[in-house]
Structure formats: C-alpha cells, structure tokens
C-alpha cells in the first residue's frame, strides 16, 4: 500500500524553524520526484518546494527562496522541508506529494498524497 505521512507540524513563533519530515512506505522513494505543498484556510493549495529522484533538481516558490531547504535521505525513504524565518503567512497544512517525472510546483502532475501536517506560525 502506497504512503505518505507528513511529521513536524506544530506551533512556531514568527521567525521560528520548523524541520517537517514525509516518511514514504509501499514504493521506493528515489524512484520518486517529491514535492511539498501548502493550504492555508480559504486560499488554493499551491506548491512550497521540489525534490527530482536524481537529487540534482530543486525547485522552491519564490516567497520560500532563502528559507526553506528541501532534501531527502532514501536510506530512510524520508523527504525533510527544513523552514526557517518562519511568518504568519506560511500558516497553513503542509502536504508532501509523489510522481514520476521531473519537479514540478503543479500539484495536479502528482500522483500520491499524504494527509497533511499543520504548521501555524503566530505569537
């Protein structure tokens, strides 16, 4: 059975970090492009970030450049989003997703989804 579960959530002060983790079961993950997205409450789920299989493609949103990091580790079929300089805008439920393929920021190329980690920044 394919799945993704997101991890890392919680509640950060602004200008706080957060490290969210999305641990894959059922497939190999390396055969995977992974990506992150976001959904805050009345907004379009709209992409956050992008890891290719082969490690050597990126993608991240420009209002995440500088931020946000994205790496995976397929030993442990883990995807990470490490969030730094966190802002009230980033607020929202964080999905990371799978295709194959190249990295993308269009969620409808992908293919698995996990159920989500909320992150709520906010003092």
């Known amino acids: 059975q394919v799945q993704l579960v997101e991890s890392g959530g919680g509640l950060v002060q602004p200008g706080g970090s957060l490290r969210l983790s999305c641990l894959a079961s059922g497939f190999t993950l390396d055969d995977y492009v992974i990506g992150w997205f976001r959904q805050a409450p009345g907004k379009q789920r709209e992409g956050v970030s992008c890891?290719?299989?082969?490690?050597?493609?990126?993608y991240y949103a420009d209002s995440m450049k500088g931020r946000f990091t994205i790496s995976r580790d397929n030993a442990k079929n883990t995807v990470y989003l490490q969030m730094n300089s966190l802002k009230p805008e980033d607020t929202a439920v964080y999905y990371c997703?799978?295709?194959?393929?190249?990295?993308?920021?269009?969620?409808?190329?992908?293919?698995?989804w996990g159920q989500g980690t909320q992150v709520t920044v906010s003092s």
């Open positions: 997703a799978a295709r194959n393929g190249f990295c993308s920021g269009y969620s409808g190329f992908y293919l698995y």
């Open positions: 890891i290719s299989s082969s490690y050597d493609s990126t």
